[in-house]
């Protein structure tokens, strides 16, 4: 097997008192969906927000691509080529699809915004990832439905030689047919060689998408498993009480 | 999509639709706006001899500049979703200063302008300090402003009330013209290059391979555009003086080219630049512009600057007009008719939306209003009822078109 492009070894994060993340190992590999699962509050999105350079763990280290790396802040965490989508969109209404995606980092010319640049590398991107629910890319993101903001978003964090992609719950509001298109492009970002962290609450999803499941239990790694050496009623229990005696975790 | 749909958006009957598609997402553009002015008029026209000489139509337009200038300035801020209620009397401080530069300083007019327009950029830091980094809101900074300026404003208009000013140019950017053949070489070239700058865009847009819009549409509305404005110069260039042996009024005003540079430069600004995007993405949704990095409190207060120092123009505009300044220079109901002239011409009160002509088509309809009623006798009071129930249809246009996006 290859090496993984990112691996997270004995992170600790503490608010103050209260000790959030223990020691908790994370592999992450190319062209792989690992999903990330665990009850309310076992800690998934500071993990999340430690990758991101959200948050700075007190201990552990982060291995990318072999490498020892810092990830002191957001900025350092994008150089390296994470990408986040958050649980609640970053999107702008008043803004079209192409400005959205572009948004904080345009292309210009001359100092002057090169639409037609943006333009191109928008409808590429999409296309790349086989988007055909929107209409026009030059449409205001506020006449959007849920699954396609959630398509725009991650469309979003692709754009950008990304190497991997963490998404916090991304179905979390959508209906039946869009949660569908979602993990959909969640499977495509994979198969264009992305590593993709997915974070859900919902064992289906999990089950449709992931190559890798990693189950948080109060801030612990219960276990990170293969999708094929492992049942959805194991899965549960790993979330709900940490260990599986018949998946072998004690 | 495919490549292959390099064509333009259709039909007229697609960009009809496409409209109206865009109409309920809450984005009616210039149209309703212009169809009041179109109205306006005509009702105003056939009830007064008066409205629609070319001596009017001139009277018109400087009387409406300064508060048009006001609201482009407001558009930034109310771009970003917040308020400048102190814009009319920090155009006041400005004009006292240019004023006071000129007048008692002997200061050539560009020192005072400029030295206005410094101070004008000042006030907006502060508020926008204020604001941006003390997260008071923007209603209470400006109120307290408000009064502040106004304070600063009597200081420095003094006990006597009103300083004069007699430097011929600033007088001149309201009460003179450019000459008639200076007007018309000044159309031409603003309309072939208005022309030419759309084909262009149209044309690259083609040759890049994107989607282009309607060439037909595009060509109807740029030509009215063009037209409109040829018939405007044409009264503008007949003689409107009353005794035109004694002195000849005719040509363009002066202020007309100061606020076309200013629409300009700002539309400019906001549409092709990173900086005017940002700007749109604070007011949209301004965690988001935060986590996509950027500088949320800088442009917040780059908008509160801009908003001032535009103001400070305005106050060249008062100074121009009253040949003085006084302790009610944008003062009254100048700041509330330019806020009205920003909503009326499409630019939304809850951030995001608005574009540079909103301003100077709200502005023209406020002044429409406002002149034509004082030519049919109303009272002042008619007038401004009347003028707060325009501000409000557009407002309430304004809220119940953001309803329908978020019920849709
Ligand atoms: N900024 C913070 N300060 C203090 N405590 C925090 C902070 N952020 C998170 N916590 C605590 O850390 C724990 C883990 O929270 P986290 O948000 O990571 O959970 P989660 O797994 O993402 O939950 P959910 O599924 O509800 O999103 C919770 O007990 C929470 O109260
Ligand atoms: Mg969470």
């Given at each position: 097997m290859s090496q993984p492009i990112l691996q997270l070894k004995a992170i600790n994060k503490s608010f103050g008192p209260v000790h959030v993340l223990h020691n908790v190992d994370l592999t992450v590999e190319k062209g792989k969906v690992t999903a990330l699962v665990g009850d309310n509050g076992a800690g998934k999105s500071t993990l999340i927000k430690c990758i991101a350079g959200i948050y700075t763990p007190e201990s552990g280290e982060f291995i990318f691509e072999g490498n020892n790396v810092e990830i002191d802040g957001p900025r350092a965490a994008t150089s390296l080529g994470i990408e986040v989508v958050y649980q609640d969109l970053a999107l702008c209404?008043?803004?079209d699809i192409v400005h959205n995606m572009f948004l904080g980092r345009e292309k210009k010319r001359n100092k002057v915004l090169n639409e037609h640049e943006m333009e191109s590398l928008a409808r590429k991107t999409l296309d790349g990832l086989s988007v055909r629910t929107v209409k026009s890319i030059r449409q205001k993101v506020a006449s959007l439905s849920g699954g396609q903001r959630q398509t725009v978003a991650i469309a979003r964090s692709v754009l950008w030689n990304s190497k991997v992609v963490i998404l916090d719950e991304p179905t979390a509001a959508l209906g039946v047919a869009q949660t569908e298109q979602v993990l959909n492009l969640v499977k495509r970002l994979a198969e264009n060689g992305l590593a993709v962290i997915l974070i859900s609450h919902n064992l289906n999803d999990v089950f449709e998408v992931a190559d890798s499941i990693a189950a948080l239990h109060l801030g612990r790694m219960a276990a990170q498993i293969d999708k094929s050496k492992i049942a959805p009623q194991q899965v549960i229990e790993l979330i709900t009480t940490g260990k599986s005696e018949s998946a072998g975790v004690k | 999509m495919s490549t292959t749909q390099v064509s333009e958006a259709g039909t007229i009957k697609q960009a009809a639709q496409d409209y109206w598609a865009k109409v309920k997402t809450?984005?009616?553009?210039p149209l309703a706006a212009i169809l009041g002015l179109v109205v306006l008029c005509i009702v105003f026209g056939s009830m007064s001899p008066v409205f629609l000489t070319q001596g009017n139509f001139a009277n018109l337009l400087t009387q409406a500049a300064a508060v048009i200038v006001i609201a482009m300035g407001l558009v930034f801020v109310l771009l970003i979703g917040e308020i400048d209620l102190s814009a009319g009397y920090a155009s006041g401080v400005c004009s006292a200063v240019l004023v006071i530069l000129v007048t008692k300083k002997d200061q050539p007019w560009f020192v005072a302008l400029a030295a206005a327009i410094v101070v004008g950029c000042v006030l907006g830091y502060l508020i926008g300090v204020l604001v941006a980094r003390l997260g008071i809101p923007s209603f209470v900074v400006t109120l307290a402003s408000f009064l502040a300026f106004q304070g600063i404003l009597l200081l420095l208009a003094g006990e006597g009330g009103t300083i004069r000013i007699e430097d011929k140019t600033v007088l001149a950017i309201e009460n003179s013209n450019l000459s008639v053949t200076a007007s018309w070489i000044f159309y031409i070239v603003v309309s072939a290059i208005y022309f030419l700058a759309g084909l262009s865009r149209i044309n690259s847009r083609r040759k890049a391979g994107l989607k282009t819009e309607l060439k037909k549409l595009w060509l109807i509305k740029t030509l009215a555009l063009i037209g409109a404005s040829g018939l405007a110069v044409l009264t503008l260039n007949l003689e409107r003086s009353n005794n035109p042996d004694l002195v000849s009024l005719k040509g363009i005003p002066y202020v007309v080219p100061l606020i076309l540079a200013i629409l300009i430069v700002g539309t400019f600004v906001l549409d092709r630049t990173a900086f005017g995007r940002h700007i749109y993405a604070v007011g949209g949704n301004a965690e988001a512009a935060r986590r996509a990095g950027i500088n949320v409190k800088r442009i917040r207060i780059a908008c509160f600057m801009i908003c001032s120092g535009l103001s400070a123009i305005a106050g060249l505009i008062f100074a121009s007009r009253q040949n003085s300044v006084s302790p009610t220079t944008g003062g009254s109901s100048t700041l509330l008719y330019a806020v009205g002239a920003a909503v009326i011409g499409g630019?939304?009160?809850?951030?995001g939306k608005g574009k540079m002509r909103d301003a100077i088509l709200g502005g023209l309809v406020v002044a429409v209003i406002d002149n034509g009623m004082g030519l049919l006798g109303y009272a002042a009071g008619i007038k401004f009822i009347v003028t707060g129930l325009v501000l409000l249809t557009s407002a309430s246009v304004d809220a119940i078109s953001r309803r329908g996006v978020a019920n849709s």
């Open positions: 209404d008043n803004l | 809450g984005d009616i553009g630019t939304s009160l809850f951030g």
